[in-house]
């Protein structure tokens, strides 16, 4: 008995890690057109429910679907009405999994298993066909997975065992509060081994064995998809509000299908075992049941989206009534990531996209630091002391962006990647490395200007007139660089900025030799212009910086030209 069970969990193990294998692959083959797909075929509440269908059925997981909607809405691509209809397709797009388990357990897979098995091995040696490999790898620890599941509960002869007949005997399968502590039974188990395909394969076992009525098997289902959003619920509390909010809206899709279908329990049950032609009553072929199974978990998402697709925007304004954006400190130049997210479960070739808005908003607030720089020359004393310090926190900002965000990247490049994301790994942390280089030379500025007050020296209005026309420069190339990080990079003309940052070396040379003849005409000291060209270089560097994370993003090299 106690190897049977040992059996029937390794079983389920297989049957979880060929799935999870199948689904991370398909994310690497098809990863950046499924986020163009959801991008760009959300124009309304029905294409969109038919995208998460698509997207879902194709990755063969809910979850991967939820990430990617959830992080297109923090990245203000999707509205949370659209994210919503996603989500509701993404219900009816994960129920194949439901069919592909049934079809395991009604046939014979097990020799397709070994014969993906040896394919695989063929392929996974494969540079440009490796990925293949994996994804048929995981279908066929998924087809034994589910193979020896059906041989071990024909084995452990359920039917036929006193104890297991005497537990489910003690439940009077006509109560309606049967019914209630089934779903809860179904939703806990969801909730505890954090996979509903697991607890939907063994409630298939038990039916299809004999041993659990239809009726509770359904009311099982039911369970499963209250439990796995109870879940998504519980992981989304450390998350944005954004998240929060999606995960609310999928719970309430749940829990709302699941009152009306208790509501009308036994007619719809029965209503669906007419629609595959099976008696629930009396039952000649039992592995039916598992069809069964599979049909209602269909019907049941198909019915409750059809139901509640007319009604996103009040859904919408009720997640957001319910759960408002966290109130924002007065002090806006604390440290914290804004898209990266440790609550939601990633996968790896999605996980690029928050990365991507976090360097984003990282580039923002670096032109927001070098806006401070130009604003300390017009001021002294008490204020002047305010602004520094607010650069310096700037500064330190920038250096635990760079390591938060590269401990990130580095987290993400574990996973086996394809090669097109491991090369965006590498641009993205040549990004963060030459940004935070941008708020060292803002620093370094500050602290010229700093050292130019402390010493009681003072720039000429030349000098002045100079150093801001020399800070324009700097601040439209920051600027452009902005435009490309949170832009699309075939929309921009990266020769712009190469001309920006070409404008800035024939300045700073400009004014390197004029400022040899200032001094030797003593327009001013030779300490106030050396302070002066410091700020000067300074700028400079910082436009190259700007141009290496342009170049980064943009997967090129500057022209010869400009080097």
């Known amino acids: 008995m106690w190897i049977n069970i040992l059996t029937l969990l390794g079983s389920l193990a297989l049957l979880m890690f060929g799935m999870k294998q199948m689904s991370e692959s398909l994310q690497k083959m098809a990863g950046s057109q499924l986020r163009h797909v959801l991008g760009t ?122 104890s297991v007949i005497a537990f489910f005997q003690t439940f009077d399968p006509q109560s309606f509060w049967t019914t209630l502590i089934f779903l809860l039974i179904g939703s806990v188990l969801t909730m505890c081994v954090q996979s509903s395909a697991a607890v939907m394969a063994i409630t298939m076992i038990l039916c299809s064995s004999g041993v659990l009525p239809i009726y509770q098997g359904i009311a099982l289902v039911l369970g499963e998809n209250i439990g796995t959003t109870v879940t998504s619920n519980i992981i989304a509390l450390s998350a944005n509000t954004q998240a929060r909010r999606a995960a609310l809206a999928h719970m309430f899709f749940n829990v709302f299908g699941v009152i009306w279908v208790l509501i009308l329990f036994r007619p719809f049950v029965n209503m669906v075992c007419g629609m595959v032609g099976c008696d629930p009553n009396n039952v000649a072929n039992k592995e039916m049941l598992t069809v069964v199974l599979a ?36 002090d806006e130049d604390d440290f914290k990531l804004q898209f990266i997210s440790t609550g939601i479960l990633e996968t790896p070739e999605l996980s690029l996209l928050e990365a991507q808005k976090e360097i984003t908003y990282f580039g923002e607030r670096m032109q927001k630091m070098f806006g401070l720089c130009q604003s300390l020359l017009a001021l002294k004393n008490e204020d002047f002391v305010k602004m520094f ?122 004014l390197k030799s004029q400022n040899i003849s200032d001094i030797n005409n003593h327009e001013y000291d030779y300490a106030i212009g050396t302070m002066y060209m410091d700020v000067i270089s300074e700028c400079e560097k910082l436009g190259d910086y700007v141009i290496n994370v342009v170049e980064a993003r943009m997967g090129s090299k500057r022209p010869l030209s400009y080097s």
């Open 389 to 510: 310090t607010r650069i310096q926190k700037y500064e330190d900002i920038s250096d635990r962006m760079e390591i938060e965000i590269a401990h990130y990247l580095d987290q993400v490049s574990e996973a086996h990647l394809s090669p097109e994301t491991k090369g965006k790994v590498r641009a993205m942390l040549r990004e963060i490395s030459e940004l935070e280089s941008i708020g060292d030379s803002c620093f370094n500025i500050a602290r010229t200007i700093n050292r130019k007050l402390a010493g009681n020296e003072h720039f000429t209005i030349e000098q002045k007139q100079r150093m801001h026309q020399m800070f324009l420069l700097v601040r439209t190339s920051l600027e452009q660089m902005n435009e490309l990080l949170s832009g699309r990079k075939s929309e921009f003309d990266v020769n712009r900025s190469f001309n920006i940052e070409h404008e800035i070396n024939n300045y700073r040379n400009q």
């Open 41 to 162: 075929m959300t124009k309304n509440r029905f294409t969109g429910m038919l995208t998460g269908i698509f997207v879902t059925a194709s990755v063969q997981s809910s979850t991967a679907t939820t990430v990617m909607t959830v992080s297109f809405v923090n990245a203000g691509l999707l509205s949370l009405a659209q994210a919503i209809s996603v989500i509701m397709g993404a219900n009816i797009g994960t129920t194949l999994t439901a069919w592909i388990m049934s079809a395991g357990l009604l046939f014979d897979i097990k020799t397709l298993a070994y014969i993906g098995f040896f394919l695989a091995i063929i392929l996974i040696y494969s540079k440009k066909r490796g990925v293949l490999g994996d994804f048929i790898f995981g279908l066929g620890f998924m087809l034994l997975g589910l193979g020896t599941l059906k041989a071990t509960g024909a084995d452990m002869h359920l039917e036929q065992n006193p």
């Open 295 to 330: 049909a209602f978990h269909t019907t049941f998402n198909v019915v409750n989206t059809f139901i509640l697709i007319w009604f996103i925007p009040q859904i919408e304004k009720f997640v957001c009534r319910v759960i408002k954006p966290k109130k924002k400190k007065e």
